[in-house]
């Protein structure tokens, strides 16, 4: 197989960092319930992320793309950032960077009718950190969907959120069982460990 996708060769790493919806406007019925939760679990996630940007570890944000078929990654965290939304602080505490990669799914893995295995295929890793919402729906779809794939999977408790605390315990308590799923909470994570698993 080819190292390279179309000329561009992308950096390959034993580990990266998903995540999913959190630049999100939270319109929808029972988005209002979401906003606690998810804010606690943004403010994990940005650290995190900064934590993973110092060890080079590649970030994926795999966002719905709200029924708008006709935007792209751009518009839509512009409209969660600029349009008055409930989800905006969201959006503020986990602005993309410039090199970060993103996909946009149209159902609830992350996977599903999306180029999220392709681009996986050449970053290489062999373990992925989960991160976002929901973590009964969106982020429960999507690490089973990892798991059939043989990656390692590490789903820290305080960076995922729904709902409700007890689908959030629920799902994470599935998740650890059935998928072998770390979820220890994201400061007790090595980063330093996962990055040099695989590495010469």
């Known amino acids: 197989m080819s190292e390279d996708l179309h000329g561009n060769v992308p950096d390959s790493f034993p580990v990266a960092l998903l995540i999913i919806d959190m630049i999100n406007d939270l319109d929808f019925p029972d988005g209002e319930r979401f906003l606690k939760p998810a804010l606690a679990a943004a403010e994990r996630i940005a650290a995190l992320k900064k934590r993973a940007q110092k060890q080079n570890i ?13 935007s ?7 409209h969660v950032l600029k349009d008055g939304v409930r989800g905006q602080r969201l959006a503020e505490l986990l602005h993309p960077a410039q090199d970060d990669y993103f996909v946009l799914k149209p159902k609830h893995s992350a996977f ?17 950190i989960i991160t976002g919402l929901s973590a009964d729906v969106c982020v429960l779809f999507t690490a089973s969907d990892a798991y059939m794939r043989e990656f390692k999977l590490f789903i820290p408790a305080d960076c995922v959120a729904s ?28 980063l330093g460990a996962l990055c040099a698993v695989n590495k010469s």
């Open 58 to 70: 590649p970030v994926v944000y795999v966002n719905d793309n709200f029924g708008r078929w006709r």
């Open 163 to 190: 709902g409700s605390d007890e689908h959030t315990k629920t799902a994470l308590a599935y998740m650890e069982r059935v998928l072998s799923a770390d979820v220890r909470p994201s400061e007790e994570l090595d």
């Open 112 to 128: 599903y009718a999306t180029t999220l295995a392709t681009l996986l295929e050449y970053l290489k890793p062999s373990q992925l």
């Open 72 to 78: 792209d990654f751009s518009e839509v965290v512009e």
